[in-house]
């Protein structure tokens, strides 16, 4: 309670209905402060509604009353919570002290880490780290919709484990424009890119859209053509608006006959794009990502138009090698000066190092890529290989860098674990097919620090030999790109690495780079 008068107040008294439930007045005086011009009293009281008044006297002894007439009333509710009290299915929403509801309280988290808007502590990512997570649109359920399939809801990205989306994919026409947009039933419809940017966009994440992948071509003709380039430019920059994505990654794979053109095309787009504003993020420009998998000159060239030049340093187990491989090994093992140990040498391949991250990192830094721009890739996928001859003729292949005399047939596993022909597997079907059904034959290549899985059935027909990421094997691409100071990683993809939820730990490899990433 406040009061004034010219003379000075003497006594300010308060007075409360004590049984505000009874329907009898009761008033009895709380609170007496004198010599003061406001006056305030506190205490706990039951749910209900109480009423009270005062008064005051100024230092004359008059008396005053508020309200001059009646009452003035509070209301007391029962509290949302108990003030201290950690919020259920959390680990850092804490009660507030009025109890009124909850805040998200750091101190209940570890050292480093934060409490995120779902109540969980998380370390955030290294602002000079990039995490770059692809996620197929048909794998974007968006529920009661037409496009109502796929791993993965928006609700159920673990928005906090990545710092960009990347939306794959769209494709250019040969007239040069892009971007096709399909009905209901196809990937890429509207609904789809209008939800995925609203989501990202909430969380505070860029997004971005890719344009190309290993079965589109036109960008060998539109590159070469100036006017071609000019129309794609303008295409994607107006589909990058209409759906306010903030930024384009350029999935041009190969480089026969249009690859010195990269570096005018990145100009132009750099151009085209620095005249506006991200929308995620209004002070900053809208991004270019590309992705490789060889011709690093010409990227190296581009590289100052590029924010991001992420490797496809997966699918490296081929018949090309002569042996059995890793589809996304980080490292070899070396000599003491450096260069690859024998054992890591690849006989049918000229006796270069077998393919890893690593190697694919030395090329794209010997082509003059910066170290800074240049980004690692984990694959979330993997292989079946079956059948194959060892090359002394004793057995099947099934193990990584045993050679052969016949090589083995690239497989793949379905959701029904039919086999098929090559292709990539997805992690969610390996692990319901093979991984969660037979452990024993899930085996550690102490020499790569990389799980794979071996069968050595009757024969040599049906000998298989599976290479894939599991969350160990996940980490360990992630410190060998930390400890080369890399500008970050794309994962491919995300939702390949999200499990039905009949198993548990539905996201175990997405929270294995995310761990590993913020680690110390």
């Known amino acids: 309670v406040t009061s004034s008068d010219a003379s000075g107040i003497s006594e300010i008294k308060i007075y409360l209905d004590q049984t505000p439930l009874d329907g009898i007045s009761n008033y009895i005086n709380i609170a007496t ?8 009293s506190t205490s706990l009281y039951s749910q209900g509604t109480y ?3 005062a008064t005051a006297k100024d230092t004359l002894g008059n008396v005053a009353t508020d309200p001059t007439s009646g009452t003035k009333s509070f209301t007391v509710s029962a509290p949302v919570c108990t003030p201290g009290s950690v ?3 959390t680990t850092c929403n804490v009660c507030n002290t009025q109890g009124t509801g909850y805040t998200q309280d750091n101190s209940k988290c570890s050292s480093g880490q934060t409490c995120n808007t779902a109540g969980q502590c998380v370390i955030s990512t290294p602002s000079n780290l990039w995490v770059s997570a692809y996620l197929t649109s048909w794998d974007f359920n968006v ?3 037409s496009a109502n399939w796929g791993s993965y809801t928006a609700d159920e990205i673990d928005w906090d484990a990545f710092t960009h989306l990347i939306f794959f994919a769209t494709g250019l026409n040969a007239d040069g424009t892009c971007c096709n947009v399909g009905g209901s039933g196809a990937n890429w419809q509207d609904i789809r890119l209008r939800t995925i940017v609203a989501a990202a966009h909430a969380h505070g994440k860029p997004v971005l859209f890719s344009v190309g992948g290993s079965t589109s071509a036109a960008h060998a003709t539109i ?3 100036a006017a071609l380039r000019t129309t794609s430019i303008n295409s994607l920059v107006n589909f990058m608006n209409l759906y306010k994505f903030d930024g384009i990654d350029l999935d041009f794979e190969g480089g026969s006959g249009w ?4 570096p005018v095309y990145t100009q132009e787009l750099r151009a085209k794009l620095n005249q506006q504003n991200a929308y995620y993020d209004t002070s900053k420009k809208p991004l270019i990502a590309v992705a490789i998998n060889g011709n690093y000159n010409y990227r190296a060239q581009s590289a100052q138009y590029i924010d991001q030049i992420n490797m496809m340093s997966y699918d490296l187990m081929g018949t090309w090698h002569g042996e059995l491989w890793h589809n996304n090994a980080a490292e070899n093992v070396k000599n003491a000066d450096g260069t690859c140990a024998t054992i890591d040498k690849a006989e049918g391949n000229a006796n270069s190092c077998l393919a890893t991250i690593e190697t694919r990192m030395n090329a794209a830094l010997s082509a003059g890529i910066p170290r800074n721009k240049l980004g690692g890739g984990i694959d979330f996928n993997g292989y079946l290989w079956q059948g194959g001859v060892r090359q002394d003729g004793t057995n099947g292949v099934f193990n990584p860098r045993e050679r052969w005399s016949t090589a083995p047939t690239g497989r793949s596993v379905n959701a029904n674990c039919g086999i098929g022909g090559y292709v990539e597997s997805r992690y969610y079907n390996l692990y319901k097919c093979y991984i969660s059904l037979y452990p024993s034959n899930i085996k550690w290549d102490s020499l790569s620090s990389t799980s794979y899985m071996s069968f050595d ?3 040599t027909t049906n000998d298989l030999f599976i290479t894939y990421q599991d969350a160990a094997s996940v980490r360990n691409a992630v410190k ?4 080369n100071n890399l500008g970050g990683m794309i994962l491919w993809e995300i939702g390949g690495g999200y499990l039905p939820s009949s198993y548990p730990n539905r996201d175990e490899l997405l929270q294995a780079v995310k761990q590993e990433v913020n680690s110390l």
């Open 259 to 262: 690859g010195q053109y990269l």
């Open 223 to 225: 590159l070469p053509n």
């Open 87 to 89: 919020q259920s299915g």
């Open 480 to 483: 060998m790109i930390k400890k």
């Open 143 to 145: 529920p009661g919709t």
């Open 51 to 53: 009423n009270y008044y």
């Open 457 to 459: 059935n009757a024969g």
């Open 33 to 40: 402060c004198s010599n003061t011009q406001t006056c305030s």
